[in-house]
């Protein structure tokens, strides 16, 4: 066994020497003499190679797992038009071109010259006008059809790598498949031609053997008119026959591969399990192949045997059907008992979904595609957004309807807590006050549901005059999206779990290893990982910028592995991307916060073993958020930013994230040099008494 992989080992090694050689030899048998010997052995390599490509074509799954297949094509028919060069040079030499020849003329016509002329010609129709001109017009339009499709498929490949669907090296394989598709049936397209040449070229050497044999037999041999007829015409024909066979195996194969589509299971499979699919059309061909059997004249009982035979094929099919579907339900049913007494089936109802979306039984048309609802798209949509916006891979949403909620209400969960809620009127749209109004619409009042903003709803007939009034007009769908999206957005730190944490940095291993098998585990686990990105996530700052985050832990993680810490020195590294968030007109406009605030703060700071805490007088810390109020009210910004030492930072986002929850904190170490920052006020010292 291991002598004969050895040598199949180095068979393979040579074989491009091999096939030189083949083609070679080839060309030389055109114009060297063969003996009869040689000339049998060649001639029963042509049939069996025919074959063989043959049942290789109707076993294959599709048509690029023999892409050689034109190049074969073209190999074969070269090397069946030297088969008859040689026979032609045998037959009108010596008469004598061998045993295979003379069997095809004498054994398979029944040496009758005349049975034999029609037995080839038929072959030639039958491939030249059937098989060749139909495999040359289906490469033809296989060909244009896959290069018209080209530009198609190469656009839908980069924008699902653009989507992030497939990676780079998928795209990369995918785009090599069409190539090769486009070259393939570009090929077939012409090497179609050789075969249609090759039934050509048979009928012209038929032809020219007959007439040279006459004039050999009947001028140089001396034999009358009816011998050389006899002798030269069964010589031609099976000739003729021993070529044509095997051109119309190459031919039938031809047609078979650039016929074939792409499927799971090879030629016989799919004919069968297709053809044979349907037991009611064997019963009813089984009714039709009897009603024939039973006209007068028609031969009674082949018909009556077809149908016995289609008819029990049919009922066979009908009986394995609906035994395998009872079989099927007593399975799916015993599954069903033996998961219900498993103890393990009870943690199916013990699972929380990250995020849920209740709704009334009036809102089910927004989120059902057939009612026209397109809430399900929108929600595709927020995911992708959250994704580029945050860096966070938003879990599926799921949607169930609740029948205690009121009719056209909703509720937002995180992880089965409600977070928010509303109310929407369908066939109604919510027109806001942003400013600028320049006269009243009538509405039913009401509170918008991401901002609380006050509200009107009005129908479709006072739309248009909300729009001209000033008013921002928006549809239900887009209410409810856009809450959606905010809820997203304040509770993205509690949908970073550790497993997308694992996920985020299974897809930055793909282009980014080395960073990230240098800082887990070695040095941060993934729920030391998950804590920074959680604590960026709830100020919100994006995660998107992934690789800069996951160095700036590794070069900061041997110095400490607080995670407060890391959390500063990541915001550090990101100060552009932080700096740009906030930018109004190419300026950064905040508070800053007095001196005396910030010893105070600096002086209550504490490491305990659950974090940063801050320890401070209630009534300075009451007065703190009077201040801050204050200096809110006073000074208009863009966004609410308080710029502080990089040393208090973090205590005054932790004394504040309650109190102000919208309030911005900034490090001076977290603007970037090229930002232009404005003071606009300052947060005043008074000292509580």
């Not at 199949?8 to 096939?19: E, G, H, I, P, T």
């Not at 001109?133 to 653009?162: C, H, W, Y």
């Not at 409600?418 to 400013?435: F, K, Q, S, T």
Request: proline content about 4%; aromatic content about 6%; some cysteine.
């Amino acid at each position: 066994m291991a002598r004969s992989i050895s040598t199949m080992q180095n068979l393979a090694r040579f074989s491009d020497l091999y096939v030189v050689l083949a083609v070679v030899l080839i060309i030389v048998m055109m114009v060297l003499p063969l003996p009869t010997f040689l000339l049998d052995v060649l001639l029963a390599t042509n049939i069996s190679l025919s074959l063989l490509i043959l049942l290789i074509t109707m076993n294959i799954h599709e048509p690029l797992e023999i892409s050689v297949f034109p190049s074969l094509l073209l190999i074969t028919t070269l090397f069946r038009l030297s088969l008859n060069v040689s026979s032609t040079r045998l037959i009108l030499l010596t008469g004598d071109p061998g045993k295979i020849i003379k069997a095809f003329g004498n054994f398979v016509v029944g040496g009758n010259y005349v049975v034999g002329l029609v037995i080839f010609l038929i072959l030639v129709v039958v491939q030249f006008m059937v098989i060749t001109k139909g495999a040359e017009r289906v490469a033809e339009v296989a060909a244009r059809f896959t290069l018209d499709a080209l530009p198609g498929k190469q656009m839908s490949i980069d924008a699902d790598l653009n989507s992030g669907l497939i990676s780079e090296a998928e795209a990369r394989q995918r785009r090599v498949q069409i190539a090769r598709e486009a070259d393939f049936y570009g090929a077939m397209d012409g090497a179609s031609k050789f075969v249609k040449g090759d039934a050509i070229a048979g009928i012209i050497i038929t032809i020219i053997n007959l007439l040279g044999g006459f004039a050999i037999g009947m001028g140089q041999k001396g034999l009358s008119f009816g011998d050389a007829l006899n002798r030269y015409t069964l010589l031609s024909v099976g000739d003729g026959l021993v070529s044509q066979i095997p051109a119309l195996l190459i031919s039938t194969a031809t047609g078979i591969i650039i016929t074939r589509a792409a499927s799971e299971n090879n030629l016989g499979t799919d004919l069968t399990r297709q053809l044979f699919a349907h037991y009611r059309v064997l019963l009813t061909a089984s009714v039709v192949i009897g009603v024939f059997g039973l006209i007068p004249g028609l031969p009674t009982i082949p018909f009556l045997v077809l149908a016995i035979f289609t008819g029990s094929l049919g009922y066979g099919l009908m009986k394995v059907e609906k035994d395998a579907e009872v079989d099927q339900d007593d399975v799916l049913e015993q599954q069903q008992i033996e998961e219900a007494r498993r103890p393990e089936s009870l943690i199916s109802l013990l699972q929380v979904d990250q995020i849920e979306l209740e709704i009334g039984y009036t809102l089910i048309p927004l989120v059902d595609e057939s009612q026209g609802g397109d809430m399900l798209d929108r929600i595709s949509m927020i995911r992708r957004q959250c994704a580029l916006e945050l860096g966070l891979l938003v879990p599926v949403i799921r949607i169930r309807d609740n029948l205690q909620l009121k009719p056209d209400e909703y509720v937002l969960k995180i992880k089965g807590i409600p977070v928010g809620r509303g109310e929407l009127m369908i066939n109604h749209y919510l027109a806001m006050d942003a400013g600028g109004v320049s006269e009243t619409v009538p509405g039913i009042p009401t509170i918008e549901p991401a901002f609380g903003l006050n509200a009107l709803w009005v129908d479709a007939s006072t739309r248009e005059r909300a729009e001209y009034a000033g008013y921002t007009v928006v549809d239900p769908p887009a209410i409810l999206a856009t809450h959606l999206t905010e809820i997203i957005r304040e509770h993205s730190h509690e949908l970073l779990g550790r497993q997308e944490v694992q996920t985020l940095l299974d897809g930055a291993r793909e282009d980014y290893s080395a960073v990230v098998d240098e800082l887990v585990p070695d040095l941060l686990t993934v729920g030391e990982v998950q804590k920074v990105l959680q604590s960026l996530l709830r100020e919100g700052v994006p995660i998107r910028n992934m690789v800069t985050i996951l160095e700036t832990l590794a070069d900061m993680a041997p110095l400490t592995r607080d995670p407060d810490y890391l959390t500063e020195y990541v915001r550090e590294a990101l100060s552009r991307q932080i700096s740009q968030m906030y930018l109004e007109n190419d300026e950064l406009t905040v508070l800053t916060l007095n001196p005396q605030w910030e010893e105070q703060i600096q002086a209550g700071i504490e490491h305990t073993d659950r974090g940063l805490a801050v320890a401070m007088d209630p009534r300075i810390l009451q007065e703190l958020y009077q201040e801050l109020s204050l200096a809110l009210e006073q000074n208009l910004m863009p966004y609410p930013i308080i710029l502080v030492s990089p040393q208090i930072r973090m205590a005054l986002k932790r004394l504040t994230e309650r109190a102000v929850p919208r309030l911005i904190v900034l490090s001076y170490n977290e603007i970037s040099p090229d930002v232009q920052v404005k003071a606009v006020g300052t947060v005043r010292w008074k000292h509580a008494g």
